[in-house]
């Protein structure tokens, strides 16, 4: 550490006083804070219950069966990994082109990853059959089937993910706590390796179903590319969306340079995954045969059967008119039109990147079954749980964050 | 009472009335433990496990088969034969469709009943085809129908496995007679080999099997037809139990055309290695590249 001062070098006696202090901060608010915690704790305990059911009941709780073995708790996850590597859109301006107004405001991005990252790590554990057995997936401890399953790589670079962004938010907010200018050499090489790590994490997640040359419908190589354009359009998205509300509610200075820069990287992405979900459509129906049923179950329904027909329309329809928005000029003076857009385009890719990927893998089955699925009330109930976890999450690191680059936990002045 | 002091002590009541509210929405979870021990927690992986540690194991299970189905059985391990592999040949011209090999397995696999669960399912074909898509298995009607041939799919014990490949802990693994099997008791439930499998021959047990003492098959095996737990993978294990002791697969005995045949593919006087000489044999999803030991046959 340079310029070390008497308390901040004793980190024995300082970080229990950041924790603490962070602890005080975390549930400090005005009343519109604690109804949204309230709110947002809510959600989750209803969530904490259902799955305590599904826990002792069994999974036969859910409206999976051995036909759709794989549901709303995979989709969500895939689209939550897609949302963790998103968060990297704000990273390579910040670090590998010096944005410096983007530097100041990045931190949103990797609360946002660890966040998402603990959102999709909640999904697959939820979707476990036993849960008590987790111990076996630990490396040293069970029997970990690396390299040669792809779940296990998964496992390997998500808590990779999640420790790397752990140690660079905990960095930079510590040692701003102690009134100290964190020192480049303890994040910047973690920072650059996130961003490569950015991309395996959803590479890795598209290469589980690719995989497969049993499932057509995932069997792709240009599954890991989709992967890839729509996580650049959900984290961007996501982001632009929680820059507004920082600027509206705290007094953190969110300068209009980071969302141009998010909204020009959307102008793009957007487009690219549309071009993408085009080019499969395109060579799926084209070719025809049965190894293309899934994509015509998904599209237009198959033999009288079309439960998720409404649902990808509604996903392309929205992501068309996201795409139209975010290239229009008239977004660029009106904002409220740029946040229709980026609610339209997380709805979008949350549908098709989530059940919309997974469920048509199984409909019809391998032996050409016709089974469908929906989720019911307590897949549901499971799902918003997890995401009032994550919005949790990110809404107590951004309120440290906020506390911290603005000078109002600081060491000194504290108790 | 100053402000922070005030705020602290409500911070206070809201914590505690949060981790109430969280213990009382945990709540359900103790039926669940109830069945769980630490043995059972703590056991190691099947092929870690010492000739003394399977025998407390499968001690174990028979206790608590007893205890939560009230019936007694005998829970063995038998070990492949070495030199021995095994592979099956299905007649595709004289099977009818009867579903008597569904049935058969249902029984003697202890499957739970209001599921009517079976490793096999029969596919009921347009003649002239081959195509799954043209096939259907919820057929009700006398059979056979003249229309139509009669494909029943079960696991293909594959020698390039994809379920195997996936499993993210080592839960199921191909044995020395190649029989794929899983450890019920490892299992973490994830799913992702019934995603693999291009045969649908996986199943899951999405809840506690239920099967009425007096119909429960007592003679089981380890890693094949002892009663699943809740939550983990199974399948067809050519009845391990049975034809690691010499004997036929309870499918293959139930099977009123002699459609079916088994055996040692090292024997070179077996049956099965004359089908496989003489018959026009071919395998299911060939291009997918699994390399199934379930093939399928025509006379003519």
Partial sequence: ?415 | MDDASRRGALKACGALLGSTAFARALAPLTEWTDDLSVDAFLQKHYKELTTDEMAAVLTRLEDETALDHGVEVTISDPRPTPGVSFGYALNLSVCVGCRKCAQACHVENNHDRATHNSYIRVLEMKKGSIDLELGRTDYAHPVPSPERFYMPVQCHQCDNAPCVKVCPVEATWKEEDGIVVVDYNWCIGCRYCEAACPYHARRFNWEKPEIPAEEINPDQGYLSNRIRPQGVMEKCTFCLHRTRNGRLPACLEACPTGARVFGDLNDADSDIRWVLANKRVFVLKEDVGTRPRFFYYFDK
């Fill in chain 1, 1 to 415: 550490m340079s310029e070390p001062n008497p308390t901040a070098s004793n980190h024995t006696l300082s970080y229990p006083r950041f924790l603490w202090r962070a602890l005080g901060v975390a549930t400090d608010g005005n009343v519109a804070f604690y109804t949204w915690m309230v709110a947002l704790t809510a959600v989750w305990l209803v969530g904490v219950n259902a799955f305590a059911h599904q826990t002792a009941d069994g999974l036969g709780r859910t409206a999976m069966t051995d036909h759709v073995s794989w549901g709303m708790y995979i989709g969500n996850f895939t689209f939550g990994v897609g949302l963790a590597a998103g968060a990297v859109m704000m990273v390579i301006p910040a670090y590998l082109y010096h944005d410096r107004e983007m530097h100041d405001v990045v931190i949103v991005g990797e609360i946002l990853a660890i966040s998402a990252i603990l959102v999709s790590l909640a999904f697959v554990n939820v979707d476990l059959g036993r849960i008590d057995r987790f111990w076996h997936i630990a490396p040293g401890l069970g029997r970990f089937n690396w390299p040669i399953s792809m779940l296990t790589w998964d496992v390997v670079v998500l808590s990779g993910y999640l420790a790397i962004n752990l140690h660079v938010v905990g960095y930079l907010l510590y040692t701003r706590f102690l009134g100290q200018t964190p020192n480049p050499k303890w994040y910047v090489p973690f920072v650059l390796l996130s961003i490569v790590w950015a991309v395996s994490i959803h590479t890795v997640t598209a290469f589980l179903y690719s995989g497969l040359g049993g499932r057509p419908f995932w069997n792709s190589a240009i599954l890991a590319p989709r992967f890839i354009a729509s996580a650049f359009v959900t984290g961007p998205a996501f982001i632009v969306l929680a820059l507004q509300v920082v600027r509206r509610l705290t007094d953190f200075h969110v300068g209009d340079g980071p969302i141009t820069t998010l909204v020009r990287v959307l102008r793009v992405t957007v487009l690219l995954n549309l071009f993408m979900v085009g080019s499969e459509i395109f060579t799926e129906l084209y070719t025809g045969g049965s190894h293309t049923a899934s994509a015509r179950y998904l599209y237009f329904g198959l033999h009288g059967h079309n439960a998720l027909v409404p649902w990808i329309w509604s996903a392309i329809a929205m992501n068309l008119v996201a795409a139209f928005l975010f290239n229009s000029s008239s977004t660029r003076t009106q904002l409220w039109r740029l946040d229709i857009a980026c609610v339209l385009s997380l709805a979008g890719i949350w549908i098709e990147k989530g059940i919309g990927l997974i469920v048509p893998a199984f409909v019809p089955s391998t032996l050409h079954e016709i089974v469908e699925y929906l989720p019911n009330a307590l897949e549901w109930k499971v799902t918003l749980g997890i995401w009032a976890f994550g919005l949790l999450i990110f809404t107590v690191g951004l309120k440290l964050a906020v506390a911290i680059f603005t000078g109002r936990m600081r060491l000194e002045e504290g108790v």
